[in-house]
Structure formats: structure tokens, C-alpha cells
């Protein structure tokens, strides 16, 4: 399982940190997988686990450490829901979340140089963010306005 496809998240965060693994590297810190999905399964799951309303509302159940810090282990991950999504919506995030991947792709690539690319991808990747946290405010059935409210 750790040599196939995952995505990877850690055990303390202050929000979703959960990346996609392609290269089957193996875990070495606290940090938890998910893995036996497919591509498309990956990259919808991708999105909803990073967007700011999944944040959100995990922190409705989640323990808290020193600094407000998640704990982000399977005792509360297996009690959140996904989201189910139309085939439409689900196309459309999976193509903002496969746009992002790129663009952070990319900007790894120019870490240090002192681009002018490097802050026009820095605008993409928050327009995709965005975009994402909308989209999966919406198979939520939460508007913009819900979303402030939680905090």
C-alpha cells in the first residue's frame, strides 16, 4: 500500500494538509494514507479534504492541542462525511483540483528563482482554491455566508 498511489496527511495540523503521493514514498513521521482509490477518486477526495468548510467542520469534532492545532487521526476523519457530488460536479472539481496540482507542480519547479511566473502562479493556485472551497461549500448545501459563521 505504501508504494501505490495515496494521499498523505499528518497527524497535527491547523488545517487540511492532505497531498496527493504518486511516487510511493513511504511514511516516516506521524502521518496517515488513504489509499486504494483511483485517480479520479483521489483527486475529488483531494478536494474536499483540503477545502476550508472540511477545516471547518472538523473542528466541530476534533481535539485541540496547544496553539488550536487538529488532531486530524481516524477517530474523527472516519466521522466525517464526503460529500456526494453530480457528475457534473464532480468533472468540475476534479478539474480544478487536477489544475491546482499542476500549478503547485510548476511553482516547485521555480522555488528559487525570482520569476514573474511564480507570483502569477500564486494567484492561479488561490483562484483554484477558491474555486474548490465554493464548489465543496456547495455539496455541503453551506453558502458563503453559512461558512463565516463556523468560524
Known sequence: EFERPKIIYPDIALNGKFTLDLNGYYIINTMYMISGLSQEQNHYLLGILNSDIFTKLFTQISSTIRGGYLRWIAQYMEKMPIPTATDDQRATLIGWVEKQLAYHAELATLEKT??????????????????????????????????????
Open 114 to 151: 525570482a520569476s514573474d511566473r511564480r507570483f502569477e502562479l500564486s494567484e492561479k493556485i488561490g483562484k483554484a482554491d477558491s474555486a474548490i472551497d465554493e464548489l465543496v461549500a456547495g455539496l455541503y448545501g453551506v453558502d458563503a455566508g453559512d461558512v463565516a459563521l463556523l468560524g
